[in-house]
């Protein structure tokens, strides 16, 4: 049975256009939200490009440019910051810190439009949850991703007009 989860499991997530929730696969296949995670768990330890977002699980998709920036802002300039990025057709993979005790943490957002914007920020209010730059005095990395360059340079442009991307000095 639960090899034949695992490979619904899959064929789910390659056939959906948006992400899947472990509470939603829990369901449909009687079992624990965890037994889920422990799938996905083996699943990418198969190889399986399966990413977790704040909307779910999904397949990781391939952009043909990806580019590290910095930038540093206060928590309530986060939606901003996503929607200039966002709606240069540019995807924010993760947000990174480089935390004191811990090293680098990673979080994998995958923002790819102004709806995930508002579901992620919607997510933060309801969790009540807080930003990784919040640890860092604002400061964190992104990867952006777009199938043009060019994109990723307008994203850069205008994250630098509102004085969110971030230079030393």
Request: with cysteine; net charge positive; charged share 30%.
């Amino acid at each position: 049975m639960k090899i034949n989860r695992k490979v619904a499991i899959k064929n789910q997530l390659l056939e959906t256009k948006t992400p899947i929730k472990a509470g939603t696969l829990a369901k449909q296949f009687e079992v624990s939200r965890q037994t889920i995670v422990g799938d996905i768990a083996l699943l990418r330890a198969q190889g399986e490009p399966i990413i977790s977002t704040s909307r779910g699980y999904e397949y990781a998709k391939n952009h043909r440019f990806e580019e590290m920036i910095v930038c540093r802002h206060f928590p309530d300039q986060a939606e901003r910051e996503m929607e200039l990025i966002v709606k240069e057709q540019v995807t924010i993979k993760d947000v990174m810190i480089d935390h004191p005790l811990y090293g680098q943490l990673v979080g994998q957002i995958r923002v790819q439009n102004s709806n995930d914007v508002k579901q992620f920020m919607q997510h933060v209010r309801e969790a009540k949850g807080h930003l990784l730059s919040e640890l860092t005095d604002g400061i964190h990395s992104h990867t952006l991703a777009a199938d043009k360059m060019e994109n990723i340079e307008k994203a850069k442009e205008q994250l630098k007009k509102v004085g969110i991307l971030y230079k030393e000095g």
